[in-house]
């Protein structure tokens, strides 16, 4: 069953410097699955992301054939059905926790806010799905973070609260732009681990978007490789290693191996022919 | 023209010059977005334009006495403001007004930023001892009324335009100051400031040539804002007496002596309070629209 | 004798009031053209140890000498031809309203070098850069275009020894690459010394020679690149580390 589909997208925005075009007809869909979206800083992967969720704010347009959202469409959905659809049936985690999360506000009350406001639950009822929410993504000692202040969490539990809030209204998609590369590698290791299972479990569709292809590869079933505002390849994650567009392999090659030879690394070809 | 556009677009400049300019081209292509900002600018300009051609424009003269004339409506032949109590036409005592005007704010905005800049910027990046001598003395200066201080600076100094501008300098710096300081704070400890350090800079380079330039932009911002408060406490000083002296036409004396007719003969008090009134609104207008194009947390992207 | 001689080195910031120990007894030796990484997740210290020698942060014992020379404080101009840095974030460490231009001719104009026009034009190209970009300013630049440029500044000076504090963690992995290749030649031409800090085991394996694992402050265990592709690390922290290397996601 398809969740999401988009059939050529275009992002461009109007600034002092000329017209810029940051997604060039992107077209994919998407069911209960995990898509990636690799590319680089540019690509307009980030764009991508932002565009579903209708998140582009002037001077950038938005222009798509088609955006449809389980039967509903984005493309004409006034601003207030957006709001109703983002956050509760479309969450999205960005990079780094620290600008997400409201400094002068403790977790726990974070948390709840929505909870309270949205689902009209009582104090007591709000407080246990909160920490259920915070056990979910492995923070041992729920109550202390539910009293925390956001600059009192390390960068992995600020990324954990995050995708604790966004998922407790059950959305049936998440957007997570870079979830984990404010991370160190073995935290980001456990939180895409942690993101995994609950995708899995509760049968969410997931877009996953980075730069690095080898978490992409881990964590998805379907990878889009963007270049320059366009999809170069789209193919099953675990044919990642067979990927057939130069660009795809460049991205992989590049990456430094533990025990790889002493080479100077192969230089990524960026053909402008490739994103025509 | 185009070309010109272009040449100042160009993303990979020849020059320092170029360089310079196309920031700037880019600033102003923002800048003109705002409706608002723009009108701000007009009101500037026109105040620039009128000063420096103040006695070309101005229809009569505005010091020359005639009580046969006096206090004569507004739209009266040849005194589209009106008269005041001798006879002068306001329109005409307004725009060599302005000259007075300007000059206060040019004074005053070349010297009391540049001041309270040295003196924060100073504070902030060396902190400790420095930082509080110098912030304590800020606080003093910044613990009596601005307009209090200046009436007391000018009652020491005597009356007279030149020492007005001086007191209004010598109590306008300590924002300025504090604005400076907050912005080197954060300034202080970036890698551009590390690195420049490990290049084996010395103190005054980094201020002048790194933090300096940081701190400019919410400085100016912050002058044009100050610069009605500034328009207001010449007026008041003129208003009171202290300030430039008649027959001058300074627009807060021009109040002052109108305010003995302002139920019978409204005008002498109103049109020079209007001028107040939309010089302060261009230079805040201008102040907003620049705090979009200067402020460094917006400016990149 | 080691170019590099850091003994016993402890840094302690105070925080809040609380003491706060970065960097607690590490104590390593560089040779001359070695390069020798740091690796560690963020608190361990690695990035400390590099502005302590730098005189950027407060050592609170041992010593540090470069060179057999215990090092003066302030640091000094002589420290400035000798060791320069390499910071982490490019978007941080470029001053926002200098163009490219003055950027690069900034130390030359401190330490009283002239010729200012070539070396600017000579710096861009050895670190491939277009003569084009010296009159942009940073933010017209990409992430791997700015940290090219902080790379040529931090050569300006010619020194001897780069200190490299996770040079390519900001950038994307494609960039990552030409970074490195970089900074590799740039080693090999000038007969560079680096000490190179980066929480990514596959970039410390593919740049350096020896290895220094630290955690909380403290070195954990001292590798020779063989040994680490061979996995042979004797201590569990450094085998968790190798473990959770995204290196190793693509095996699995």
């Known amino acids: ?76 959905a006034s601003e207030r059905e957006m709001r109703a659809l ?54 041992r000692d729920p109550e202390r973070v539910m009293e925390a202040y956001p600059h009192e969490l390390s960068g992995g539990m600020g990324q954990r609260v995050m995708i604790a809030m966004m998922l407790i209204p059950d959305p049936d998609l998440l957007i997570a732009d870079e979830p984990t590369s404010a991370l160190d590698v073995t935290v980001q290791a456990e939180v895409l681990s942690i993101l995994d299972g609950l995708v899995r479990t509760r049968g969410m569709g997931l877009i996953f978007i980075s730069h690095d292809l080898r978490l992409v590869a881990r964590f998805c079933d379907r990878v889009l490789v963007m270049f320059k505002g366009r999809v170069v390849e789209e193919l099953a994650a675990r044919d990642l290693m067979q990927a057939r567009h130069p660009y795809t392999q460049g991205l992989l090659n590049c990456l430094p191996r533990i025990g790889g030879p002493r080479v100077p690394l192969p230089a990524l070809d960026r053909n402008a022919e490739w994103a025509r | ?101 300007l000059f206060i704010i040019a004074m005053v905005a070349v010297t009391a930023p540049l001041f309270g800049m040295l003196v924060g910027t100073v504070a902030g990046y060396f902190g400790g001892l420095v930082d509080e001598v110098l912030m304590r003395l800020t606080d003093i200066f910044l613990a009596f009324p601005k307009l209090i201080l200046a009436l007391a600076l000018v009652a020491v100094l005597g009356p007279g335009m030149e020492n007005a501008v001086l007191a209004i300098a010598l109590t306008s710096w300590p924002p300025y100051a504090r604005v400076a300081r907050a912005e080197t704070l954060t300034v202080r400890n970036s890698d551009y400031i590390a690195a420049v350090r490990l290049q084996g800079a010395g103190a005054g380079r980094i201020i002048l040539g790194h933090v300096m330039p940081m701190c400019l932009p919410s400085v100016i911002i912050r002058v044009t804002l100050d610069m009605a408060g500034v328009i207001l406490i010449a007026a008041g000083l003129g208003f009171l007496g202290l300030g430039v002296q008649p027959p001058m036409p300074e627009w807060g004396a021009m109040i002052s002596a109108g305010r003995k007719y302002l139920f019978e003969q409204w005008w002498v008090a109103t049109m ?26 917006n400016s990149g992207k | 004798m080691a170019l590099i001689e850091i003994d016993n080195l402890s840094v302690t910031f105070t925080a809040k ?19 020798y990484g740091l690796v560690g997740e963020s608190g361990s210290g690695k990035s400390t140890i590099l502005r302590a020698i730098c005189g950027l942060a407060p050592v609170s014992g041992g010593t540090i000498r470069i060179g057999g020379q215990p090092l003066p404080e302030p640091r000094g101009r002589a420290f400035s031809r000798q ?38 034009v000579r710096a861009l190209e050895d670190v491939g850069l277009p003569a084009s970009f010296r009159f942009r300013f940073p933010h017209q630049l990409s992430g791997g275009q700015r940290q090219r440029v902080a790379i ?27 970074t490195l290749n970089l900074l590799n030649r740039l080693r090999a031409e000038r007969g560079l010394t680096f000490l190179m800090v980066s929480h990514d085991l596959a970039v410390i394996d593919h740049m350096c020679d020896r290895i220094l694992v630290m955690q909380h402050g403290q070195a954990v265990e001292e590798l020779p690149r063989e040994a680490l592709a061979a996995a042979a690390m004797k201590t569990a922290y450094a085998q968790s580390l190798f473990a959770a290397s995204a290196d190793r996601m693509l095996e699995s």
Do not use: C
Not at chain 1, 100 to 128: C, F, I, T, Y
Not at chain 2, 286 to 294: Q, W
């Open chain 1, 1 to 76: 069953m398809t969740l999401l589909s988009v059939q050529n997208l275009r992002v461009s925005f109007d600034t002092e410097a000329g017209l810029v075009e940051a997604v060039r007809g992107v077209s994919f869909s998407l069911g209960r699955e995990r898509l990636g979206i690799v590319g680089e800083s540019g690509s307009g992967k980030t764009q991508t992301g932002r565009a579903v969720l209708r998140l582009i704010r002037p001077p950038g347009r938005i222009e798509a054939d088609r955006m449809d959202f389980d039967g509903q469409n984005l493309m004409t």
């Open chain 1, 86 to 139: 983002r956050g509760r049936r479309i969450a999205m985690v960005m990079q780094d926790p620290k600008y997400s999360l409201n400094p002068v506000m403790k977790v726990g009350a974070q948390l709840m806010e929505g909870l309270r406001q949205r689902d009209r639950l009582g104090r007591a009822e709000a407080h246990a799905k909160a920490v259920a929410a915070l056990d979910a993504v492995q923070i």
């Open chain 2, 1 to 101: 023209m185009a070309e010109l556009a272009a040449w100042l677009r160009d993303p990979s400049p020849k020059s320092r010059l170029q360089a310079r300019l196309g920031q700037g081209y880019m600033g102003w292509l923002r800048f003109r977005r705002n409706p608002l900002a723009m009108i701000g600018l007009l009101i500037v300009m026109l105040l620039l334009v009128v000063a420096a051609l103040a006695p070309v424009l101005a229809p009569h003269d505005p010091i020359t006495q005639d009580l046969r004339m006096r206090l004569l409506p507004p739209l009266t032949e040849g005194h589209i403001l009106g008269t005041d109590d001798f006879g002068r036409d306001i329109l005409s005592r307004l725009i060599m007004g302005s000259r007075i005007t």
């Open chain 2, 272 to 297: 020079p309070g209007l001028a107040i009134f939309i010089v302060s609104l261009g230079f805040n207008l201008l102040g907003d629209g620049l705090r979009d194009v200067l402020d460094p947390r």
């Open chain 3, 17 to 35: 009031g609380r003491p706060v120990h970065a960097v607690r007894g590490v104590s390593l030796a560089v040779g001359e053209r070695e390069s």
């Open chain 3, 83 to 120: 060791v320069q840095m390499v910071f982490q974030d490019p978007y941080a460490s470029l001053h926002p309203r200098h163009t490219i231009d003055r950027t690069l001719s900034e130390p030359l104009a401190i330490h009283g070098i002239g010729e200012t026009d070539a070396r600017v």
């Open chain 3, 152 to 178: 040529a500044r931090a050569l300006m000076l010619e020194p001897k020894i780069l200190l490299l504090d996770e040079p390519t963690s900001a950038l994307d992995a494609s960039v990552q690459a030409e």
